[in-house]
């Protein structure tokens, strides 16, 4: 891509190509195969026809004779209006047989020569017309077929024709000879030179068809020599026309891209994050132009070559293109708008898709959206972000709540580290080995508490009612300072952000203290071994300090105790009343 010299020389030199070629073209030149042609027989025959035809048109020629001066004497309108039929028909026949004689003696089908008739203007068939090279060529490809088809026809009506026109005569020679009155005689007689006209006729044609479809069938080929000959000529002309086309086409592509590059690595601004908006639209003008230039470079070589197939085939296909790529004109203006940077979706904002967040990076063709946390980057057709919304975002804004490595509570699962993270899936694993495999849409739908960036201990301890002046004085400050000195021989002060220690609340059974240890998320690892370490400086902190560690007790009012103490009874002997029920 860095050399396009090459290229450039093999569009110039396939231009200049062309022309030759195309003067070359066998296609272009008069050929017998696009010529209709009658099949020249012998000369024996060609002149037995020519006077079987000459005999006919005599014989034709007295009958138009005799019904003309039937029409001059006859003083019937219904016997005139018949005879003025039979003389178009018998005139029909003798132009027919005249057009035969002509065709024959020549050889030439004298139809080719006829003056065509002016059609008037139609646009619907103006636009017709852009698929008549295609319709030409189908039928050049399949005369010969249509011809022989065409023939058989022929021959098959004729012959079931001529037994019927054969019999009509005998039967007229029979009735003639057998007949005795003289009426019928005459009228007979003025009807059998007719039908023998009609007899000939039809055996003249017969015979013309049988000697057409003869001559062709004796200069057939296989279907694999005409195939591989239509093939190499194809190949030869026409398919070297198609590849020059397509390298046109494909190397316009090449250097529009190529151009493209070097128009954007100095323009001013258009490296930038944030593009302006003269630079977008200068890219999507030049992309546009692009595909234009290469279609226009397409019908250029096919125009050159002077190939009307080749060339009404690629605007039928451009226009039924168009046709179909019209339903997506809102569309393509939405996309359009996309990549102006002036849609609902823009560069440098954040973008929600598959429930995860995104930056757009940018926005073209294809676009690229990016999530830093995850470390995963996607790249999208335009199409699927149209009718997305994006936003302006704050530095602060997290990514995704997690990344890997860190340590999460998943709703009421236990505490467990990120070892694989996607905008598909999430994988977790408990402290032992056991595996969590999560949908991102289901992981991040839980509640979520990730203990990597800094956490807390809460810690109840409850002291006894006895210590009931203390424990709001002097015993918080003890057992901080028992705690801190505990965590700073155990190792545990550096990663303690805030330490604090308060009275709860008077219990049923005891008077609670909290302990609320803040840590530094790299601990979170040994949450629950954190824990239990401060329960356990509790413990000894009590133990230190000879507080009592009161247990759940039940206490009873007993009225008559007092009285029974008062009249002697030892306290020994006393057993509390179970309570009722």
Known sequence: ???????????????????PLAAADPADEPSSENIPLVKQASPEETLAMLTSLVELQNNLKKQLAVIREKIGTTPSAAEKESLEAELSRLDRQLSDSSHDFERIATGVDVGLFAEKKQENFSWKDEMTTLIEPAIKEIKRLTVRVRQKTKLKDTISDLSSIQPVATNAVRQLDRLYKTTTDPDIKKQIKELLPEWQNVANRVRSKLELAELELSQMQDKEVSLVQSSSESIRNFFRVRGLYLAMA??????????????????????????????????????????VFIVAAAIIGLFFVLYQAEDWFLLSMAIVFFLGLSWTVRQAVPRLWQQGRLMLNAGSVREGERLQLHDVPWKVETIHVFCSLFNPTLGVRLRLPIENIVGLVSRPYSPEEPWFPCKKGDWVVVGDSPRTRVVSLSHELVETVERGGKRYLFKTADFLSHNLVNLSRNFRVRVTFGVSYDLQAQVTTTIPALLKTFIEEKMEAEGYAGSCLNLLVEFKEAGASSLDLTVLADFKGDQAEIYSRLERAIQRWCVDAATAYNWEIPFPQLTFHWPARDRLLADGVPESSLTAPLPPG
């Open 1 to 19: 891509m860095r050399h396009p010299y090459p290229l450039l020389l093999l569009v110039f030199f396939s231009f200049f190509l062309i022309r």
């Open 246 to 287: 397509v390298i046109a086409f494909g190397s316009v592509l090449l250097l529009g891209r190529l151009l493209y590059r070097l128009i954007f690595r100095f323009l001013p601004g258009a490296k930038l994050e944030k593009r302006p908006f003269h630079i977008r639209l200068l890219d999507l003008s030049l992309r």
